[in-house]
Antibody
Framework: EVQLLESGGDLVQPGGSLRLSCAAS????????MSWVRQAPGKGLEWVSA???????????YYVDSVKGRFTISRDDSRDTLFLQMNSLRAEDTAVYYC??????????????WGQGTLVTVSP | DIVMTQSPDSLAVSLGERATIKCKSS????????????LAWYQQKPGQPPKLLIY???TRESGVPDRFSGGASGTDFTLTISSLQAEDVAVYYC?????????FGQGTKVEIK
């Protein structure tokens, strides 16, 4: 059974930093691209960042413009864990952050499994 | 960026009746290489993460009831629930995965009339 368990969400002041983790199990983690998707309170879904699977072409990372230069996605395949390093946090980054597994269809990502999410609150 | 616009924002349907949600992309999400629309639909119930229902615009994810179906015509997409059940009360989102950044529609809330 595929499981994704996020952790690391917290209350942080504007300008602060936070590192989110997502522990994966139930599938061959290294073979799949992974993403972070966030949802502000009472709002819709926003894709934040993705990282490719560990293939022969190396690892590629992708970001929505609003987090470029502030967030860094990474993965540790030896620990089946996905990370999101979040720096220079802003109030508008307040959201539940979901870890999501790529379906593996090829090309862009649909997300066939999601974690339960971890809440990041950016406030003085 | 490709903008996804859903309509309506909410709808109320009687149990057993049909519910139709529309999603329009600001540009084509059809890939010329494989002639597939890179469009997915998700269902999100309160307090839960989203659940994938449909991908390639019309392919049901494994385990999804066949009352859920997806359609496409150019840049217009539909999610149809043929016979609404109580457990279908949720917010539904479309998402394109044609090009970065992947974006979602704003969501459509489905309720029981």
């Amino acid at each position: 059974e595929v499981q994704l368990l996020e952790s690391g969400g917290d209350l942080v002041q504007p300008g602060g930093s936070l590192r989110l983790s997502c522990a994966a199990s139930g599938f061959t983690f290294s073979n799949y691209a992974m993403s972070w998707v966030r949802q502000a309170p009472g709002k819709g879904l926003e894709w934040v960042s993705a990282i490719s699977g560990s293939g022969p072409d190396g690892i590629n990372t992708y970001y929505v413009d609003s987090v470029k230069g502030r967030f860094t996605i990474s993965r540790d395949d030896s620990r089946d864990t996905l990370f999101l390093q979040m720096n220079s946090l802003r109030a508008e980054d307040t959201a539940v952050y979901y870890c999501a597994k790529d379906h593996g269809l090829g090309g862009g990502s649909t997300f066939d499994y999601w974690g339960q999410g971890t809440l990041v609150t950016v406030s003085p | 960026d490709i903008v996804m616009t859903q309509s309506p924002d909410s709808l109320a349907v009687s149990l057993g009746e049909r519910a139709t949600i529309k999603c329009k992309s600001s540009q084509s999400v059809l890939h010329s290489s494989n002639k597939k629309n890179y469009l997915a639909w998700y269902q999100q119930k309160p307090g839960q993460p989203p659940k994938l229902l449909i991908y390639w615009a019309s392919t049901r994810e494994s385990g999804v009831p066949d009352r859920f179906s997806g359609g496409a015509s150019g840049t217009d997409f539909t999610l149809t629930i043929s016979s609404l059940q109580a457990e279908d009360v949720a917010v539904y989102y479309c998402q394109h995965y044609h090009s970065i950044p992947w974006t979602f529609g704003q969501g459509t809330k489905v309720e029981i009339k």
